[in-house]
């Protein structure tokens, strides 16, 4: 069979298309275990960096989580009116917009914390499979 000057545009061609419909995949399985501490996945992901980091500039948090301010802003302003952080400006620099998390927000870490293993029994891929995985998507988004 010949090829055509068109096969390029073919979706089965698309490294972009499985990347994306498996991400959508990955982060329905996040939904029901997220509605339980209600939180959406980006704020999830989001107080994961506030569980390592527990204060971090706004410019520092969007590249931590690949995210412009235009996606970062509604979800702290979310996530601090839900009480789990508080945003203020540096006092080095008023140009720079801080943000820490409250206690509040350290105690949702104790809700959460079971939520990897349930999503890893949602995965089909093994530990050796998924660590490739993990490996691979990283080096996608290297710079």
């Not at 545009?9 to 399985?29: D, G, H, M, T, W």
């Not at 890893?120 to 499979?129: A, D, F, M, R, Y």
Request: proline share 3%.
């Amino acid at each position: 069979m010949s090829k055509s000057k068109y096969d390029n545009l073919k979706l089965s061609n698309q490294l972009c298309f499985p990347l994306y419909a498996a991400s959508r995949e990955v982060i329905k399985q996040y939904r029901p275990f997220l509605d339980e501490i209600g939180l959406t996945y980006t704020q999830y992901v989001t107080m994961m960096v506030f569980w390592e980091e527990e204060i971090i500039n706004v410019k520092e948090l969007g590249n931590r989580l690949f995210l412009d301010s235009g996606t970062l802003t509604p979800v702290l302003k979310s996530l601090e009116t839900k009480g789990y952080v508080k945003r203020y400006r540096s006092k080095e620099d008023e140009r720079i917009l801080m943000v820490e998390i409250t206690e509040s927000g350290e105690k949702l870490k104790e809700k959460a914390v079971l939520i990897p293993k349930k999503i890893g029994s949602c995965v089909k891929l093994n530990q050796e499979e998924a660590s490739t995985l993990y490996n691979l998507l990283y080096k996608l988004l290297e710079e």
